[in-house]
């Protein structure tokens, strides 16, 4: 089968930089990604890696490593409105997006 | 505006009486999806689809059914709703079923539904 493990909850403060890492377990591999949700809103698409190596997105970005089923997601300058869950998913054998627990992430002045 | 569409947004029902929460995309989308999320447990998938007449179960399906009778409209079914399928509902939809594209899901807004 396929899971994540994700922290449950992480502080921070703003202006600081926080990584929210992700383990994964899944039959084939065909990407990770990483979402946003506000609470009551609806998950947004933050980052994907298909390939080993870091991409960058803004203040947002994600890494991973496929030898070691293990990725990351680097918020910087963090803000306010950076509060909310954050999820990592992946792709495994098959076509369905598996998400993890989420994590979340409370920004204090 | 490209978007996912879900109906109703809130629901209060009680056990048994049929419901059907719709969902639909504009975009074009392959791929169509249900997930239900409560407290500490994520977004589980129940159903999904790849295309037009082919579904297929996803981690958490006992007690829904779906459809994909058309591209754009993947409804919900609860046959017969009991109290531990309350929860909150999204649906989602992505452009393909394969490359990075199949990564990238865009989410309505949530169904938030009550069984009494």
């Known amino acids: 089968g396929q899971s994540l493990e994700q922290p449950s909850e992480v502080t921070a403060v703003e202006g600081a930089i926080v990584q929210i890492n992700c383990t994964y377990q899944t039959s084939g591999f065909y990407g990770l990604s990483w979402y946003q949700q506000h609470d009551g809103g609806a998950p947004t698409f933050l980052s994907y890696n298909g390939l080993d190596g870091l991409e960058e997105t803004g203040r947002f970005s994600s890494f991973l490593s496929r030898s070691d089923s293990y990725g990351y997601l680097l918020l910087q300058e963090l803000q306010m409105k950076d509060s909310a869950s954050y999820f990592c998913?992946?792709?495994?054998?098959?076509?369905?997006?598996?998400f993890g627990k989420g994590t979340t992430l409370s920004v204090s002045s | 505006e490209a978007q996912v569409t879900q109906n109703p947004r809130y629901l209060i029902t009680v056990t048994g009486k049929k419901l059907t929460v719709t969902c639909s995309q504009n975009?074009?989308?392959?791929?169509m999806s249900w997930y239900r999320q409560d407290p500490g447990l994520g977004l589980r998938q129940i159903y999904y689809?790849?295309?037009?007449?082919?579904?297929d179960k996803g981690d958490v399906p006992e007690g829904y059914k779906v459809s994909r009778k058309e591209k754009r409209n993947f409804p919900l079914i609860l046959e017969s709703p009991s109290p531990n399928q309350t929860s909150l509902y999204f649906c989602?939809?992505?452009?393909?079923?394969?490359?990075?594209?199949?990564?990238?899901?865009?989410f309505g807004a949530g169904s938030r539904l009550t069984v009494l």
């Open positions: 998913a992946v792709r495994g054998a098959g076509t369905a997006l598996i």
């Open positions: 975009m074009n989308h392959e791929y």
């Open positions: 989602a939809s992505s452009l393909s079923i394969g490359g990075a594209g199949a990564n990238v899901l865009t």
């Open positions: 689809s790849m295309n037009v007449e082919v579904t």
